[in-house]
């Protein structure tokens, strides 16, 4: 590698399911190297990450090549652009994948740059990309939405968690933040970026609550019981 002469190596697709609101995942390209898949490992799961494995490339790839990740989904965002393949054992780059509101299986296909033959393809399932307990969480919320917007009370604190997680745009939360009331509050968030959000955001908020308003959780959690 050092005199230029082309290298080919086999590699490994690390993948990682983030904890925000809406869809991200981290999507590695690397060489197989067990000390540095343990350290990517490593990263993401301490940081509540969760991995998905999939199959790896049949073929190897050339060293300092570049690649171009897509997906089969019109609103999926993709950075960077293109990645090099290349050893970095301390901070190696990934492609980040934002999709808001996925409602169906989609494919990722990894392809070299300036080629049109992918190298890799993967398809990712629903049950794969959503939490298991995304039917459980959003049915919480839905089915107390009344004694939450009349009970909740600690609803400062909610809303700075929820723009911190991306649940909440700047605008939406400047918006919320004028209404006078709690539960005028608690009525806009339903009707504007938990409904915006789906299942998703409604996944956040509930976590939320479990901490902000973990007595009224657990009140309603007894009358489920």
């Known amino acids: 590698m050092k005199v230029g002469v082309p290298v080919k190596i086999n590699c490994k697709v690390l993948m990682y399911k983030t904890n925000t609101a809406f869809l991200t995942l981290h999507v590695y390209l690397i060489p197989c190297d067990p000390g540095l898949q343990q350290a990517i490992d490593k990263r993401q799961l301490s940081s509540g990450y969760k991995a998905i494995q999939k199959p790896h490339p049949e073929k190897s790839l050339k060293m300092r090549d570049r690649f171009i990740l897509t997906a089969d989904l019109d609103d999926a965002e993709i950075y960077p652009e293109k990645l090099k393949l290349r050893y970095e054992s301390r901070d190696p780059n990934f492609f980040e994948v934002y999709v808001e509101n996925p409602d169906r299986k989609f494919t990722l296909k990894l392809t070299k740059e300036n080629e049109h033959q992918p190298v890799w393809t993967c398809a990712l399932r629903k049950d794969e990309y959503q939490s298991s307990a995304h039917i ?33 745009q700047q605008e939406d939360y400047d918006t919320i933040r004028t209404i006078p009331t709690t539960q005028e509050r608690m009525r806009k968030l339903y009707s504007g970026p938990l409904k915006a959000g789906g299942q998703a955001a409604k996944d956040v908020f509930f976590r939320i609550l479990k901490k902000e308003e973990s007595y009224l959780v657990a009140d309603l959690n007894r009358k489920e019981s």
Do not use: M, S, Y
């Open 136 to 168: 459980q969480v959003e049915h919480f919320v839905d089915k107390h939405q009344c004694d939450l917007i009349a009970r909740v009370c600690n609803i400062g604190p909610i809303l700075d968690n929820l723009f911190r997680e991306g649940v909440i």
